[in-house]
């Protein structure tokens, strides 16, 4: 194993050498032009260049790398020119030919195509990851349904990809990012794992419908209806959701004459943002069993505009004491309150060691970066690993795994609303259903004066001993 940390070590250090090489030939360059719009070009041709590379490694080598393209291709994290490039893998991965879904089918379902289903697209909708979807429609049935079919070898695949990682994690967290990596990738390998069992994520799919379709009016996102006959791990059948992939939703908006920077567009995007945040908001504080997997490629956008939330292959259920702690942080988060941050991580199982002066503000900082969708004031690109970012000054030596799903969940919708020009907090649109999560446990209280009170965990009392 020292062996194998050693070549990823070199191999990382040699990477890292050549992108700064590449990256100071071009700043170079640009320094020697004067003119401020062509520096921005000859910038904007390096990235260009670079997502190009990024973009035929991610696809070549498929399985897990598609998914670290998805992760890629987030406006809060990366230039635009890579965004562009990369957001077309979360559904336009290359596709299984349709030989290959027609052995998968026959040999899951027991029948031909022709069999079963009255018409099948042979083109599929989308590709991703670790599967690709067909329209189609049953026999028997007039309802239009999407047939979710597994890439052959997919499995086998992703998980080695995963363990490679878990190799790399280690060496990079012991030589240069003082994170607790290695646990984030260990919940990887057991999310991603899940994702490969269609029957586990029907039964997903059909509990989160219940729960958001119970507890509100009007739920806050179109969950698809699952066909129970058709389901099989690696075949699952769905009710068909008409609407525009929210990737298209600018083309679509110029299509139809609306300036997608104008009033009507942002009135759109809010109540979109405003449907999401809230599905969200209810799935993680209110039930502890929550969609996480938010990504351009699993949201549509339907009439209204409504928001339908597809692929629930990745699932998170938070066990009571990390959703309370949750709700915990989101208020301290909420109400800009850097006193009780370190209480609440504490709480959560979350260990970290300060290297600066200023504890409790960068402690704030780095749960808002980790845990809040809202940017810095005048940025528009997040870097978490610049010198100056709160987690090189707090060495983050203890990270829950249950905790990943939370974090990726919160930085995909981050990536949506940079991507849509809306800056807006979770944790402060959290704040309310944070606080009545809290007061149903006993752990938030009113005096007589009509003050909220928190009460300690028992673990955080524990903790701070």
């Known amino acids: 194993m020292a062996t194998i940390l050693s070549i990823l070590g070199s191999s990382y250090q040699y990477l890292h050498w050549l992108q700064g090489l590449s990256s100071m030939v071009c700043q170079l360059r640009v320094s020697l032009v004067k003119d401020a719009k062509k520096q921005e070009q000859m910038w904007e041709r390096q990235h260009e260049q670079a997502a190009d590379k990024i973009y035929f490694m991610c696809s070549d080598l498929g399985g897990f790398f598609l998914k670290i393209a998805q992760l890629l291709a987030k406006p809060d994290m990366a230039p635009a020119a890579w965004v562009r490039k990369l957001v ?6 290359p596709a299984t030919p349709f030989d290959g879904v027609q052995r998968v089918l026959q040999k899951e379902l027991g029948q031909t195509i022709d069999e079963i289903f009255e018409t099948f697209d042979e083109k599929p909708l989308g590709s991703a990851s670790i599967a690709q979807v067909h329209k189609a429609r049953v026999k028997g049935n007039k309802m239009d349904v999407v047939v979710k079919v597994q890439h052959p070898g997919i499995e086998k695949l992703m998980m080695t990809d995963i363990r490679n990682l878990q190799l790399f994690a280690l060496y990079v967290q012991r030589t240069d990012i003082k994170f607790d990596l290695y646990s984030i990738t260990k919940e990887m390998e057991t999310q991603i794992g899940y994702e490969f069992d269609f029957k586990r994520e029907a039964n997903a799919m059909e509990r989160i419908r219940h729960f958001l379709y119970e507890n509100n009016k009007k739920s806050p ?18 009710e068909y959701i008409n609407g525009i992939p929210i990737l298209s ?3 679509e908006m110029a299509r139809r004459g609306i300036n997608p920077h104008g009033k009507i567009a942002e009135a759109a995007k809010q109540k979109i943002l405003n449907s999401l945040s809230r599905a969200y908001g209810q799935m993680i504080l209110k039930s502890g069993f929550f969609h996480a997997d938010p990504h351009p490629g699993n949201i549509l956008i339907c009439n209204g505009p409504e928001v339908a939330l597809l692929d629930y292959g990745q699932v998170k259920e938070l ?23 370190a209480q609440s991580f504490r709480e959560l199982g979350l260990h970290t060691v300060a290297k600066c002066e200023n504890e409790q503000q960068e402690l704030l900082r780095l749960a808002q970066t980790l845990f809040d ?22 060495a983050v030596e203890a990270f829950p ?19 849509m020009g809306v800056n807006y907090s979770c944790a402060e649109q959290w704040r309310s259903m944070a606080e009545e999560v809290l007061f149903a446990s006993g752990r938030l209280t009113r005096d007589v004066n009509g003050t909220s009170r928190r009460r300690a965990s028992l673990r955080s009392l524990r903790a701070g001993c």
């Open 319 to 341: 066990p009571d004491n990390l959703r309370l702690g949750y709700a915990n942080l989101v208020l301290d988060m909420a109400d800009k309150n850097a006193s009780r941050v």
């Open 221 to 238: 996102v179109i969950v698809p209806r699952v066909l129970r006959d058709t389901v099989t791990k690696k075949v699952l059948v769905m």
């Open 373 to 394: 969708t809202k940017m810095p004031a005048g940025q528009t690109v997040l870097q978490p690993f610049a010198d100056d970012s709160s987690i090189k000054k707090i």
């Open 401 to 419: 795994e249950e905790l990943f799903s939370v974090l990726r969940t919160v930085v995909l919708l981050r990536g949506l609303s940079v991507g």
């Open 249 to 251: 939703l600018g083309d």
């Open 88 to 93: 077309t893998l979360c559904d336009q991965a």
